[in-house]
């Protein structure tokens, strides 16, 4: 399958910081990747910078057919295609939750008002919040929201989903009720790209693992990399994780 995301050689730094230091990888299309990494390895950078929320200083990025070091990117379009979400749920607390997921198809997509409630309604009942179409963010868990959050992205119908640390703010059982909506997804042939600590989950449910080291892909492959890491980096990253 052709990549739906690549990066090439892409360097990017924070005043001195240098924390991308000539990444490559690509994801194709229907592939679950996972990076793993530790706290200041550049993994959330990177996964950023294939949303252009951070801008880069050399190296190719090509995300669904457009490019992100062009001048001429069409930033909009680009954000139609790629859905992201982060830790932090980032829902509007004065807006109901279906009104958080209407929005954006209001106003970015054009729907019309019921159009855009039929779609919210579809998407909440695909993470398993349809009865909660009504409610405030602040009547919810943390798992909720997180979950709002991921339909609130679906509802903009993305080729390419990307998930920061989504599951780290959040206790042992709301972790397991939002890593199901997503094993879900990609059971449903999603593409997504997931920054995670969640090894088994990683383990379970990503076609591959990327892990990043010193702002630098260090180890990748197969699931069983987990179990069998070629380096002593890896080897030793596991360990602490376990």
């Given at each position: 399958m052709s990549a739906i995301a690549r990066l090439e050689n892409v360097?990017?730094?924070?005043?001195?910081?240098?924390?991308?230091?000539?990444v490559s990888f690509e994801v194709r299309k229907g592939?679950?990747?996972?990076?793993?990494g530790q706290s200041g390895s550049g993994k959330s950078t990177a996964l950023r910078c294939l949303?252009?929320?951070?801008?880069?200083?050399?190296?190719?990025?090509?995300?669904?057919?457009?490019d992100l070091v062009s001048p001429g990117l069409d930033?909009?379009?680009?954000?139609?295609?790629?859905?992201?979400?982060?830790?932090?749920?980032n829902l509007f607390p004065h807006l109901t939750v279906q009104e958080n997921i209407t929005l954006a198809l209001r106003h970015a997509k054009k729907q019309p008002p019921d159009q855009a409630r039929e779609t919210a309604s579809r998407v909440l009942e695909q993470v398993g919040l349809a009865e909660k179409a009504g409610q405030y963010p602040e009547q919810l868990s943390g798992g909720q929201q997180q979950r709002v959050a991921i339909a609130r992205s679906l509802a903009m119908a993305p080729q390419l989903m990307l998930f920061d640390e989504v599951t780290s703010a959040l206790d042992p059982k709301l972790t397991g009720e939002v890593l199901k909506v997503m094993e879900d997804l990609a059971a449903n042939g999603m593409t997504m790209i997931l920054v995670t600590h969640e090894m088994g989950f990683a383990a379970k449910v990503a076609d591959r693992i990327?892990?990043?080291?010193?702002?630098?892909?260090?180890?990748?492959?197969g699931p069983d990399i987990l179990r069998s890491?070629?380096?002593?980096?890896?080897?030793?990253?596991?360990?602490?994780e376990l």
């Amino acid at each position: 399958m052709s990549a739906i995301a690549r990066l090439e050689n892409v360097h990017k730094h924070f005043g001195s910081n240098h924390v991308l230091r000539g990444v490559s990888f690509e994801v194709r299309k229907g592939e679950v990747v996972a990076i793993i990494g530790q706290s200041g390895s550049g993994k959330s950078t990177a996964l950023r910078c294939l949303d252009r929320l951070e801008t880069v200083e050399s190296g190719r990025i090509e995300v669904c057919g457009h490019d992100l070091v062009s001048p001429g990117l069409d930033l909009r379009q680009l954000r139609r295609d790629v859905g992201i979400v982060f830790q932090s749920y980032n829902l509007f607390p004065h807006l109901t939750v279906q009104e958080n997921i209407t929005l954006a198809l209001r106003h970015a997509k054009k729907q019309p008002p019921d159009q855009a409630r039929e779609t919210a309604s579809r998407v909440l009942e695909q993470v398993g919040l349809a009865e909660k179409a009504g409610q405030y963010p602040e009547q919810l868990s943390g798992g909720q929201q997180q979950r709002v959050a991921i339909a609130r992205s679906l509802a903009m119908a993305p080729q390419l989903m990307l998930f920061d640390e989504v599951t780290s703010a959040l206790d042992p059982k709301l972790t397991g009720e939002v890593l199901k909506v997503m094993e879900d997804l990609a059971a449903n042939g999603m593409t997504m790209i997931l920054v995670t600590h969640e090894m088994g989950f990683a383990a379970k449910v990503a076609d591959r693992i990327i892990y990043m080291r010193d702002g630098v892909v260090w180890e990748q492959g197969g699931p069983d990399i987990l179990r069998s890491p070629a380096t002593a980096e890896l080897r030793d990253f596991i360990g602490s994780e376990l």
